[in-house]
Every structure is written in structure tokens, then in C-alpha cells.
């Protein structure tokens, strides 16, 4: 654990992660707020800022066309989906024929890197530590890697889009970034997998992404 860092970030880091695996209901939100708070206002007089706990603000899997296979948002920035489409459309064409891994756009830090025929893209704000952001990418592209035995393309991502949203789940939460090794992210997909059925969340992922893949195949 990093000392420099204001207490508030890690009680919030730690409740979060709490929550998730022992309390389905967030009844302790609350409780973590208000104890943040107090810490917070503890260390107003010290010169080090508090960093956003909500680091990540969308993970994004492109396509080598720039169309969505896959895009979780977890904030307003783009609140509705055809402001979401023009992002993903302008972010591709600044980054698809570049060799560089970090760019800004629209007042955001964005990570990237691609493979065969997808792109992978981690959100952040413009203040954000770009090595955080990097660490959710690598952790992603490589817990894929794993489940996917190295075969990191279009089709095989496709095939397994429920093993895709348990890693991006087991790493970045409602924005907070929760884990950074892929060896336990695909541990713990793997234990998901056998022991937890398809989420109503999942399903849904699931039919747009195949709604999208058979329109985009009837325009070509």
C-alpha cells in the first residue's frame, strides 16, 4: 500500500471490495461514505490531493472497422448511446494508425493497443494517472490471452463474450479498479463460470452484441 495516498481512498477501496464479495445488498455504502468523510476533512490541511477513487470511466473493444464489440461506461460522460457511438468512431480514427499507447481526447486519458483485428481501450479522466489506467488494460488484454489460449481475435472474443464480461467485472467496478493481476482474474472467472449462471445484465450484453455483429454483417 502506497502511505503517500490519503486514507479516504483506501476505506473507500476497501469497503468497495468488502462489499462485492461478502454483502450483495450495499447496506454499508453509507457507513463508508461517512467515514470518509471525516478522514477527508482530517486531511484537508495536507498538501497531497486525494486521487478520484473512480479511476476508470469505460472500457472499450473495437473492432479493426472502429464498430463496438464491447463497451462498458461507467459514468454520464456519454449518457446515451449515439453520443457513445461518436466517441467510440472518434477515438478509433485518432488511434487505429498510431504506434503510441496514450492519447487525450474530448478532455480524456485514453490507453490503448490492439491485436489481430481488435482494439482494447481504457478510459480516464485528463488528471489521471496513466499507469493506472495502462495496468487495467494490461490485466484485461492478458487475462484474456489466458482464457482465450493466446487466440486474442475477433471471432474467438465473440465465442466467449461471457468469459469477457466476468474479467472486466473481476477488475474494474462501478469505475474502481479492483484487481490488476490476470492470474486471478481467470481464477476467479473460472469459479464464476462453473458456479454462477448467466446474469439478466449478461444475457442482455450478449443479444446486443450479436444484434450488432448480424447488422453490421447485412450492410457489408
Known amino acids: 500500500m502506497n502511505c503517500s495516498l490519503p486514507c479516504a481512498y483506501y476505506v473507500r477501496l476497501c469497503v468497495s471490495q468488502w462489499e462485492r464479495a461478502l454483502f450483495p445488498v450495499r447496506v454499508t455504502s453509507v457507513a463508508a461514505s461517512a467515514l470518509a468523510e471525516l478522514l477527508t476533512r482530517k486531511e484537508m490541511d495536507s498538501p497531497i490531493l486525494e486521487p478520484s477513487l473512480y479511476t476508470v470511466k469505460a472500457v ?39 504506434d503510441s499507447e496514450i492519447a ?3 478532455g480524456l486519458t485514453v490507453v490503448y493497443k490492439s491485436n489481430i483485428d481488435l482494439f482494447f481501450y481504457v478510459i480516464g479522466s485528463s488528471h489521471e494517472n496513466e499507469l493506472m489506467l495502462m495496468a487495467v488494460l494490461n490485466c484485461l488484454f492478458d487475462s484474456l490471452s489466458q482464457m482465450l ?16 464480461f466476468l474479467a472486466v467485472d473481476e477488475i474494474v467496478d462501478g469505475g474502481v479498479i479492483l484487481e490488476s493481476d490476470p492470474q486471478q482474474v481467470v481464477h476467479r472467472v473460472a469459479l464464476r463460470g462453473d458456479d454462477v449462471p448467466l446474469t439478466e445484465q449478461t444475457v442482455t450484453q450478449v443479444l446486443q452484441s450479436a444484434k450488432e455483429q448480424i447488422k453490421w454483417s447485412l450492410l457489408r
Open 104 to 106: 487525450l481526447l474530448e
Open 149 to 164: 489460449r493466446k487466440n486474442v481475435e475477433r471471432r474467438a472474443l465473440l465465442e466467449n463474450m461471457e468469459g469477457l
Open 60 to 98: 472499450l473493444i473495437l473492432d479493426n472497422d472502429g464498430d463496438r464489440l464491447y463497451a462498458k461506461y461507467y459514468d454520464d460522460t456519454y449518457p446515451t448511446v449515439k453520443e457513445q457511438k461518436a466517441f467510440e468512431k472518434n477515438i478509433f480514427n485518432k488511434t487505429h494508425r498510431t
